[in-house]
């Protein structure tokens, strides 16, 4: 039977902001119920704007994952600021999410600046509620963010168990103007499968690495070559300092091993083949301070503008 398409087909694009780790990536990935961007406990994990496109027979919502809003201090993180600042034009609906376990600290007020100028409507999103026993804590929390500015609506959610998920899901909805579908339905996301197979031997270092670790690994696919019975990936893991190297390759390999098999067995889950992933470490001192080395790993500019070239 063919699915009747309703007159009220209604569209529209979502931005996800918020300071980092209050889990905007596991509530995008909670939407799509794929696994499009990667998740840590270590704070700016995410470095880049990731869509996620969620179509239906009578709406398209076109969601955009940014970085964690907070004080730059490398080149990097300030080009990722300014980033965030570009994907606030033109969307529909903002969802401003916040660890609701945490109480308001002046780095909350900061962040809040990022919504000043704008005059789209905000949803504000209480995440990791199934972390909080007592719902009256929240109360704190609710009375700090309307104090600083009105939000359309406030939504208690567990991006982890879905809990209110619904909620916002139907919150979302009922802000979206009525339009065509930007994308056609099987478009999920804007990123390229080598751009996603580097995220993921990202994300293993940073499961298994801590302190300054973390913000110092960037990952490059050198070569994708696909080959008769597998597909055949070679990668190398950037860091900044020879003694962070020693850590991801680990007592003879043992961590390297460890990365690379991990990250293999969901790069083959994604793409439902057989991988072999070669990884390789180098050091590249102060690479987030360089320009050059900061166009490479942006996925975006290598592509050119063509693939960039939807996004609202
Ligand atoms: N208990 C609980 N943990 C959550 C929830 N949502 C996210 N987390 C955890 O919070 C941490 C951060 O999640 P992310 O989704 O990476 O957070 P983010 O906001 O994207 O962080 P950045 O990319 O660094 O800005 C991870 O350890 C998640 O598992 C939730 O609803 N409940
Ligand atoms: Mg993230």
């Known amino acids: 039977m063919r699915t009747r398409r309703r007159k009220s087909f209604v569209s529209g694009f979502v931005a996800i902001l918020g300071r980092p780790n209050a889990g905007k990536s596991t509530l995008l990935n909670r939407f799509l119920d794929t696994k499009l961007a990667i998740v840590s406990s270590k704070p700016q994990t995410t470095r880049t704007t990731i869509q996620g496109v969620l179509t239906s027979d009578s709406y398209q919502l076109i969601f955009i994952d940014t970085p964690g809003l907070h004080k730059a201090d490398s080149l990097m993180n300030r080009q990722m600021m300014e980033m965030i600042s570009e994907t606030l034009d033109g969307k529909d609906v903002l969802l401003y999410v916040v660890d609701a376990t945490q109480p308001f600290t002046p780095r909350d007020d900061e962040a809040l600046n990022v919504l000043s100028a704008t005059q789209t409507p905000v949803l504000l999103v209480l995440n990791k509620i199934d972390c909080v026993k007592e719902k009256a804590h929240l109360l704190p929390l609710i009375e700090a963010y309307r104090a600083r500015r009105p939000f359309a609506e406030i939504i208690p959610v567990s991006a982890v168990t ?85 850590i991801i390759v680990g007592a003879k390999g043992a961590m390297l091993k460890r990365i690379g098999t991990e990250a293999r067995m969901e790069i083959e889950g994604f793409l439902g083949r057989k991988v072999f992933l070669g990884l390789f470490v180098k050091v590249q001192p102060n690479w987030r301070e360089d320009p050059g080395f900061l166009k490479e790993l942006d996925w975006r500019s290598m592509a050119g503008t063509d693939e960039s070239a939807a996004e609202g």
């Open 162 to 246: 879905g809990e209110g998920a619904s909620a916002l899901h139907k919150a979302i909805l009922a802000r979206m103007p009525k339009g065509p579908a930007w994308f056609p339905a099987e478009h999920l996301t804007d990123q390229p499968e080598r751009f996603l197979a580097a995220e993921i031997v990202r994300e293993k270092i940073l499961a298994v690495t801590r302190q300054e670790v973390p913000h110092s690994v960037a990952v490059l696919v050198d070569s994708w070559e696909e080959q008769p019975k597998l597909l055949r990936i070679s990668a190398t893991i950037y860091v900044e300092k020879q003694g962070q190297k020693a």
